[in-house]
């Protein structure tokens, strides 16, 4: 799979909103479990989100559960996410992941991964 991510919208203030997508090539896009991660400036990159299509679940880190909503169009080969009520401490670059196994947090890190976007979330 080869990604190409986009970030909707640009700069965005505490409390703001912003949408994250993450098109990919190959016809097999629905039959992988989709993710997104992200790195903040010196920090470990860290698991944000992901999408079983497998158990029909998805998952979220505690620090983004209730505020960021994963999601797929698998017609249009795309992963999204939705960032509201967003925070300073959301900033970081970030990576949009695929992985043709039954994936599931906790199991390591994904197998394909796109180009990073970066977000910058001001107070």
């Known amino acids: 799979l080869r990604f190409s991510c986009r970030r909707w919208g640009g700069l965005v203030q505490a409390g703001g909103s912003l949408r994250l997508s993450c098109a990919a090539s190959?016809?097999?896009?629905?039959?992988?479990?989709m993710g997104w991660y992200r790195q903040a400036p010196g920090k470990e990159r860290e698991f944000v989100a992901a999408d079983n299509w497998r158990r029909g679940s998805t998952y979220y880190a505690d620090s983004v559960k209730g505020r960021f909503t994963i999601s797929r169009d698998n017609a249009k080969n795309t992963l999204y996410l939705q960032m509201n009520n967003m925070k300073p401490e959301d900033t970081a670059v970030y990576y949009c992941?695929?992985?043709?196994?039954?994936?599931?947090?906790?199991?390591?890190?994904?197998?394909?991964w796109g180009k990073g976007t970066l977000v910058t979330v001001s107070s």
């Open positions: 992941a695929a992985d043709p196994g039954d994936w599931l947090p906790g199991r390591g890190a994904m197998d394909y």
């Open positions: 190959g016809r097999t896009f629905s039959r992988y479990t």
